[in-house]
């Protein structure tokens, strides 16, 4: 029985992402391929310093956070060559 609430959970996960990948442009799709295959390490360091200094942030700031998640997903984005601030903010959503 297990298997089929997996299979279901499964299907369902991959209904939302089809449904987000037409909702996304061609070159949303080419950044968010080659952040999962060719940028996968850059993408990876930059998603983990931007949950680093988010959690920073809320200790320094006791839970609230001075800025948006985007605002400083995007000042990551700046500083690690070849990572796009939308395609990171999925990669910190999905987490």
Do not use: C
């Amino acid at each position: 029985m297990q298997v089929l609430n997996k299979e279901a959970a499964n299907d369902s996960y991959i209904q939302e992402r089809k449904q987000d990948v037409k909702d996304m442009t061609m070159s949303a799709i080419i950044k968010l391929i080659k952040s999962k295959t060719v940028g996968k390490r850059r993408y990876e360091y930059a998603a983990d310093l931007t949950n680093q200094i988010i959690a920073r942030k809320k200790k320094e700031g006791g839970g609230k956070l001075k800025h948006s998640v985007t605002w400083y997903a995007n000042k990551v984005a700046q500083q690690v060559p070849g990572v796009d601030t939308k395609t990171l903010m999925r990669m910190i959503d999905d987490e």
